[in-house]
């Protein structure tokens, strides 16, 4: 649709098939390692392309777009905070049982229900990178509170930078340095699942 778009207003088909394939990771482009990173640490590629677009953006030479991506991550930052308010308002004992993984890598939603009855809730997935401002938000939110010490907060904060912008993430230490493909032996070895639990 980028491309067709592009084409539509006069733009060569070089460049328009070029600005099309950025547009999202573009998973030809890759360094002289990039192969054999992502042979090991399966999406490294993407994880590094990731990041990338989003500190050229917040640092972008044009103060125009480095101000709206500043804004977007605030906003971002903010939804976080008053979601986590918000769930906090509709159930606070079933906002407190939720896993920090669910809290810090999806946008929930507690749904009220009657008195006794199980509480439901939506989760939408947060994409990788931009997860991390709502982290900070919601992480904000619950030190505010006194639900999470400062040093929680700091620490949950430094593992979801970890899994927001590190190309090679996992649950533990061992399983953060192993190959993707070890993963499951290193879970096992470990009793530790990818979040941690």
Request: a positive charge; charged letters at 20%.
């Given at each position: 649709a980028t491309y067709e778009a592009l084409r539509n207003q006069?733009?060569?088909?070089?460049?328009?098939?070029?600005?099309?394939?950025?547009?999202?990771?573009?998973?030809?482009?890759?360094?002289?390692?990039?192969?054999?990173?992502?042979?090991?640490?399966?999406?490294?590629?993407?994880?590094?392309?990731?990041?990338?677009?989003i500190y050229r953006a917040l640092t972008h030479k044009n103060p125009k777009i480095r101000k709206k991506a500043q804004k977007i991550v605030t906003g971002i930052v903010g939804t976080g905070f008053t979601m986590s308010m918000l769930n906090r308002w509709t159930d606070e004992d079933e906002w407190e049982n939720m896993s920090t993984y669910n809290k810090t890598n999806n946008?929930?939603?507690?749904?009220?229900?009657?008195?006794?009855?199980?509480?439901?809730?939506?989760?939408?997935?947060?994409?990788?990178?931009?997860?991390?401002?709502y982290a900070l938000g919601q992480t904000m939110e619950e030190v505010m509170y006194g639900d999470v010490t400062k040093q929680e907060g700091f620490y949950r904060?430094?593992?979801?930078a970890s899994g927001a912008f590190s190309p090679?993430?996992?649950?533990?230490?061992?399983?953060?340095?192993?190959?993707?493909?070890?993963d499951p032996i290193v879970q096992i070895a470990t009793n530790k699942n990818f979040m941690g639990g």
């Open positions: 006069g733009v060569s088909k070089e460049r328009a098939a070029q600005i099309a394939k950025n547009i999202t990771v573009n998973f030809n482009k890759k360094g002289e390692w990039g192969s054999w990173a992502n042979a090991l640490y399966v999406f490294s590629n993407a994880g590094i392309q990731g990041t990338n677009r946008l929930l939603w507690m749904i009220p229900g009657r008195e006794g009855e199980k509480k439901k809730s939506v989760a939408i997935k947060l994409p990788y990178g931009y997860n991390f401002f904060l430094l593992s979801s090679i993430s996992g649950g533990s230490a061992a399983e953060f340095l192993s190959p993707t493909i070890s």
